[in-house]
Structures are given as structure tokens and as C-alpha cells.
């Protein structure tokens, strides 16, 4: 079992259909209510879940993708499903092992924004996986490859001092 703290997107709401699946995978999910207004006011939010509980991996969706890139998380791996960085926050690249999960077919974020973003962080293209038929990576398959995400990244990262 692993701790993932689960940060969801704008207008989004804890509980949802991503933090569940991992959650009903036997891995124990922190999903904080952020706030919608306030990117800091988020951020220091996500910034208090992440000392208390000193997570296996971070996952971010949309703006909670942005969100997870602008904490102070030392080397706990990412995993960012279609991730709002142009959007929101001023990080601008990620640290070394994270993954990147997004649709061709996303209307809302562009996937040239995290082919980008995996450039900018000297990522292998292998980082971002292409999964799921829209924004929202909410179908059967882009759930099981944010589940293999989350899995592979905390094998990664297991024994590696913060």
C-alpha cells in the first residue's frame, strides 16, 4: 500500500472518480478540499497535506497538476494528468521521474502543453503517456494507467532520502 495525496482539478471536488479508483486499488488517498479562488490559498492547503503526511507519490490533475509542480516536495514522484502549468503557479518544469498522463483529444488543456513541459524538464518521451478520450482521464483506461503511474513512481522512489 501506498500514500497518495491526490490534488484535483478546478471545480473539482474530493472524492472523485480518480482518488476513488486508487483508493479502491488498497492505497490510502489524502484528497484536501482546494480552493477554487485562491491558487495560494490551494497551494498552502496542499503544501500542509503534503508535511503531515509525507505522501509515496503526488498526483495532480489539471490545476491540481500545476498545484503539485509549485510544492515543496523534495524528490516524492509526480504523477500530473493533463496538468494547467501554463495556467496557474510559476514552476515551469518538473524533477526528474515524474509522469505525465494526457489525451489527443483534450479540449480544455492542450497536450502540446505538457509535450512542453516533459521537453523543458529534460524528461525521456516515454514521461508522458498519451491515454484516455478527453480532459477528465476518467474511462477505464486512463484510471489503470494512472494507477501503473503511481505504482511505478513509488517503486522509483522507495529508499531515496527527502
Not at 6 to 23: E, I, R, Y
Not at 83 to 92: E, L
Request: charged content about 20%; hydrophobic content about 40%.
Amino acid at each position: 500500500m501506498m500514500t497518495i495525496l491526490f490534488l484535483h482539478g478546478w471545480h473539482s471536488v474530493p472524492g472523485g472518480v480518480k482518488p476513488s479508483f486508487l483508493a479502491q486499488h488498497g492505497h490510502a488517498v489524502i484528497n484536501p478540499a482546494l480552493s477554487d479562488d485562491d491558487f495560494d490559498e490551494a497551494l498552502r492547503t496542499a503544501q500542509a497535506e503534503y508535511d503531515r503526511h509525507r505522501p509515496d507519490v503526488i498526483v495532480g490533475s489539471s490545476r491540481g497538476g500545476a498545484l503539485a509542480m509549485n510544492l515543496d516536495a523534495g524528490m516524492t514522484p509526480l504523477v500530473l494528468l493533463c496538468p494547467a502549468w501554463k495556467r496557474w503557479g510559476t514552476v515551469k518544469t518538473v524533477k526528474p521521474g515524474a509522469s505525465v498522463l494526457h489525451s489527443e483529444n483534450d479540449d480544455v488543456i492542450p497536450i502540446a502543453d505538457s509535450r512542453d513541459l516533459v521537453r523543458r524538464s529534460g524528461l525521456p518521451d516515454s514521461a508522458l503517456v498519451v491515454v484516455g478520450n478527453d480532459h477528465r482521464l476518467a474511462d477505464p483506461e486512463p484510471l489503470q494507467a494512472m494507477l501503473d503511474a503511481c505504482q511505478r513512481a513509488a517503486s522509483q522512489g522507495a529508499g531515496k532520502t527527502l
